[in-house]
Structure formats: C-alpha cells, structure tokens
C-alpha cells in the first residue's frame, strides 16, 4: 500500500443545519471520509471593525490530502457563508487500520479505476447521472490527476447544467494536459451555457488547433460571432463548416440567416433553398424564404412557402402575416383577411393588422365592415392608415365634415403627408362645388 497523507480541516455555521448539511453531502460526493459536528460554540470575532460573538457549530472534516484541493473547492461553492472559515492541518500520525478504512481498505488497482470510468462513461450516455456521478467521484479518490476521469465528471455537470461545477473539473483536465480536446471543447460548451460566449471562443478556437474539422465546433463558434454582432468572422466560419461539409443543415441555416439579417436576400435565398432541399420540416426558415420571396413579389412562391409552414404549425403568426400580405399582393383581398383574422384572435390590439383589413374589406366594397375595423384601430390610438381609411368612406357618403375632422387629425401630427393632403383637396373641391 503506498503512504498517503492525511489531513484534518475545520470550518463554523450559524445552524445545525447548515452544518449536518456540509457533511453529509460532503460524505456522499466521496471527498471526505468522515465529518463531524460540534458545538454550540461561541466565536468571537472582528467584523467591521467592531467586535462581534456569535453562536456556531464547528464541523470537523478529515480527508487524504490528495483531495485538499477538492474539498477546498466544493466548500467554496457548497458553504452558506460568503467567506468561510476553512483551517487545515496535516496529520503527522494515523493509525493504519484507520488509514486503510479511508483509503477504501485497499488501493483501488489501475484496471479497476479504467474499468469504473469505463462504467461512468457508460452511465453517462445512460443519463443515469447520480449512478455515473458516484462512479465517477469513486474513481477519482484513487486517481486524482486521471484526465479522462475529470473530463467524465465535468461531462457530466455540464449535462446537468451545473455549469460552474463542469468548468472547474475542465480547468484541472486543462492544468495537468493545455491541449486535451475533450476539456477545451466542453469548457466552450459550458460556458455558452451560462451565456459567457465571450469566455467559450478561445477554448473553442483553441481546441480547432488540434481539430479543425469538427464541423460543429466550428457551427457553435460562427452562432457565437452572430450573437455577439462580429458578422464578419460568423461568415468566415459557416464558409469553413461548409468546406466541410456543403450539406451541413445547422451551417446552412446559420448562414442564411446571417445573410437574411444583412438584407442580403440573395445570398439569404440560396441558402435556404439549399437548406430546405435538405429538410423542408424547419418553420422559421420556410418563413423567412416566404418573406423574401414576398418582398420581390414573387408572390405564388412566397405563398408555396408559407402554406408548408402553416401545414406543420396552422397559428403561426408570422407565417400567417406573410401569407396575408402575400394574397394581398395578388389581389386575393379575402384570402388575405382570412389569414390576419386568425391573427387578431391572437392579438386584438395589433393596429398594423386592424388598419390592414379594414383596407382589404375597402376594395372587397364591405364598407361598414371596413369601418369598424378602423374605429377600432383609432380606439387603440393614432393611426395614420384608418384615418385615411375613414376619410375616404366620409367622402363617399358625402359627409364633408367627418371626412375633414379626420384628414386634419392626420395633417396635425404630420402637415406634408401628401395623401391627407391630397384626401383635404378632393374634399374642399367636391364640397364647394
């Protein structure tokens, strides 16, 4: 049996409590081999300058040094105190028996620690995280500085979304190997889940030194360009994920989409199409291939576009706002309303749609219908579009002074707008004449 070390640390809580609850999972994540509880005590203390004495309890842990390092940092994270206390000393005599019940009764051999991080990884993939943490945490008391081991437990974390706990098991992979792929991928990966995406490119980048083929490292790096405004360097790295792989669904997409927020809708059309020959299933990318096609009026495309979407998801606001304006642009006045009716059961004060099919209910020559569109527009607020709406119904029906009231409502708030103007100067001439 090699000598190990030992050593004892103590810290202090405000409550029982706190403390059975420090060494009881302290106990049960495997870093110490017992922890126990004392007190009450009474510490007395500075504290702001000003003397201070409290009631505590004192928990006492004894471990093998090789886990000092270990328990420190659990402690950080675990202990209710902003600044705990945390004392340790190294034990100079242990009995052996005593010794040997700490370190397990016996050494775990190397082929077992492989075999048990074998078995962890196994868990692992199981999601039997609890049963893969304890393996884990097991292994790692016989081999500390086992790189594949703390890789499995930071894995893990991050899978569970422990973030912190994940980073901090990565950073000692990276201690003891600066280029260990699995530590510098899954480092990046666990701080983008905790939105630090500054902080996961240069583990990202780092780790495309050594693999620079890994297409979805490369995917995940261009995503974090994007989030981060830097359009430039996301477009070198969905071009480099495409080198690739030409069809890779998530670096079409991306780009895309990166072209689509540019305006650049050519560029945003190819690869979409691209992306959809490949799977036509995605709502957001049929949408907006519907939106583009819309805006170059190529309607019957657009509409082809946005009636997939809405066979997969029939309330899509956006694509039923596109399939509105789409009908619209080939005169389908009814077809159009139909679809932004379904939206305003949704959205009952959206003024842009009531203003939209009360000009739509204009053409069909459902006046009435028209005008209560926009009265209700104008119950909301201002709005430009049903005041001229109204102002033309007024004028029809011959009634000078409403359709006057409601041009000058909008020549007060804008005086150049040359349709109220032009509204003003019909109605003056066919009211004086």
């Not at 040997?100 to 868990?123: D, F, K, N, P, Y």
């Not at 979805?216 to 690739?244: C, N, P, Q, W």
Request: proline fraction near 3%.
């Amino acid at each position: 049996m090699s000598m190990h070390k030992m050593e004892i640390g103590w810290t202090t809580t405000s409550t029982y409590t706190e403390a059975e609850n420090l060494a009881r999972e302290c106990v049960q994540a495997g870093i110490a081999a017992c922890v126990q509880i004392d007190g009450p005590i009474r510490s007395f203390f500075i504290w702001n300058n000003n003397p201070e004495d409290e009631e505590e309890y004192r928990v006492t842990f004894k471990f093998l040094s090789s886990q000092s390092e270990q328990i420190e940092s659990w402690l950080k994270e675990n202990h209710p105190y902003d600044v705990p206390q945390w004392l340790t000393v190294s034990v100079e005599n242990v009995l052996p028996e005593y010794l040997a019940w700490v370190q397990g009764e016996e050494e775990v051999e190397t082929g077992e620690i492989i075999e048990m991080s074998r078995r962890g990884a196994e868990l692992l993939k199981q999601q039997r995280f609890p049963e893969a943490e304890k393996i884990f945490q097991e292994a790692l008391r016989g081999e500390p500085h086992n790189t594949y081991i703390l890789v499995g437990l930071g894995d893990l974390y991050r899978e569970t979304r422990k973030y912190a706990k994940a980073i901090n098991y990565y950073q000692k992979t990276l201690e003891i190997d600066p280029s260990n792929m699995f530590a510098l991928r899954g480092i990046g990966d666990a701080y983008r889940g905790m939105n630090k995406l500054d902080k996961s490119i240069p583990y990202w980048q780092t780790y495309l030194d050594y693999n620079a083929d890994d297409i979805h490292v490369v995917t995940r790096l261009a995503d974090s360009f994007v989030k981060m405004g830097d359009f430039s360097k996301a477009e070198d790295m969905y071009l480099r994920a495409l080198s690739i792989d030409e069809n890779d669904k998530y670096a079409l997409r991306g780009i895309g989409n990166l072209y689509y927020k540019k305006n650049d809708n050519k560029q945003a059309l190819y690869y979409f199409e691209k992306f959809l020959s490949l799977d036509d299933t995605y709502i957001a990318v049929l949408t907006m291939t519907g939106n583009i096609y819309r805006r170059r009026r190529e309607y019957e495309q657009a509409i082809n576009h946005y009636g997939k979407a809405l066979q997969k998801e029939p309330e899509n606001i956006f694509a039923l706002y596109g399939m509105g304006d789409a009908q619209r642009g080939l005169k389908n006045y009814r077809e159009a309303v139909d679809n932004w009716l379904k939206i305003l059961k949704k959205e009952p004060e959206n003024q842009n749609l009531l203003s939209r099919i009360g000009d739509a209910l204009f053409i069909l020559e459902e006046r009435e219908e028209a005008e209560s569109y926009y009265l209700r527009s104008l119950e909301i607020g201002f709005d430009t579009f049903s005041l001229l709406g109204l102002t033309r119904i007024y004028r029809e029906r011959e009634d000078w002074a409403n359709a006057e009231k409601k041009c000058r409502r909008i020549l007060d708030r804008d005086p150049n707008n040359a349709r109220a103007l032009d509204e003003l100067k019909q109605i003056e001439e066919k009211n004086n004449s």
